[in-house]
């Protein structure tokens, strides 16, 4: 696949990277939610499939410590305001059936294990379908209901709960199979430099993670932690919204939320975080 590139030098990504300092460890901590519940944040090994990484850490390593004991607690947790949002909208009607989330899915607790599973291949659609996909054809095609945009509140707030019941549980996407195709074309534009600064993910989350970089530590970008309450944005920010502001600060043109290209790489940094806990929603600068 040809990947859309603004000309640029490299003398400008030189640039970029200038202000970073030295390496700075991530914390020595451990992440045990509300006081009970065991988040795995840090592996001894990344998965065989991954070449530049030898250990994994979660983004929340990276995190100052009011920012990671914030999220230890859901009654300190921003993100838990959404949570409890889409509780309403899961049970409350809409659309011409006449149903709510609830009306088949009972509780949300029933979505316990989704959140690690995706993006995962529809078999049904024959292409590969982020949570997002599945929460919108469930609207469309059972409720009779409108889709809800990618950066709509409802939508943020509802992949947010489905999350929240996954806390824990280890992420673990498929990348065999019909998704192979797919987790190539995602590692293929991981690797790719993009824009007039000529980065690519890679530069920043495996080269560089634990530098700073703007006054903040750059982590290893893996995404068990989305949807996450950013506090620079006051707000939760899903997976594709994240990567469409990370090629726009390479100075390049960028994709669009819900994009197959977007859906291609979520699937592949998903997999470079297999095996770390869902988080989400989690607490970020």
Same mark, same amino acid.
């Not at 920012?67 to 607690?73: E, I, L, S």
């Not at 409108?146 to 996407?173: F, K, Q, Y």
């Given at each position: ?43 001894? @090994? #990344? /998965?065989?499939?991954?070449? +530049?990484?030898?250990?994994? =850490? ?5 995190? !100052? ?113 019909? @998704? #192979? /195709?797919?987790?190539?074309? +995602?590692?293929?534009?991981? =690797? ?5 600064? !000529? ?87």
């Amino acid at each position: 696949m040809k990947m859309r590139q603004l000309a640029g030098g490299c003398a400008l990504a030189a640039l970029a990277f200038s202000g970073l300092s030295a390496m700075a460890d991530p914390a020595d901590d451990n992440l045990l939610l509300n006081g009970e519940t065991e988040i795995v944040t840090h592996t001894d @090994a #990344a /998965p065989e499939y991954i070449d +530049g990484l030898s250990e994994q =850490y979660s983004g929340w390593h990276f995190r !100052e410590a009011d920012t990671r004991v914030m999220q230890a607690d859901d009654f300190d947790n921003p993100g838990m305001l959404a949570v409890e949002a889409a509780i309403d909208v899961w049970n409350t009607e809409d659309g011409s059936e006449g149903k709510a989330c609830a009306s088949c899915h009972e509780a949300p607790e029933s979505m316990a294990g989704v959140r690690t599973q995706m993006p995962k291949y529809n078999e049904a659609k024959g292409t590969l379908y982020s949570l997002e996909m599945y929460i919108n054809d469930c609207r469309t095609e059972r409720m009779g209901a409108e889709a809800w945009g990618w950066n709509d509140a409802s939508m943020v707030n509802m992949t947010a709960l489905i999350s929240s019941v996954s806390r824990g549980m280890p992420m673990n996407v498929a990348i065999d199979g019909p @998704a #192979a /195709p797919f987790w190539e074309q +995602g590692k293929e534009m991981y =690797y790719t430099r993009y824009g007039q600064l !000529e980065l690519a993910c890679s530069n920043c989350h495996e080269d560089n993670y634990g530098n700073y970089i703007r006054a903040d530590h750059l982590s290893q970008g893996q995404t068990n932690g989305f949807p996450a309450y950013r506090l620079k944005n006051a707000g939760l920010v899903s997976i594709h919204n994240r990567f469409k502001g990370c090629i726009r600060d390479t100075r390049a043109e960028t994709y669009k939320e819900g994009s197959p290209e977007f859906i291609a790489l979520e699937l592949y940094v998903a997999s470079r975080g297999n095996g770390l806990s869902v988080e989400g929603p989690s607490v970020r600068n």
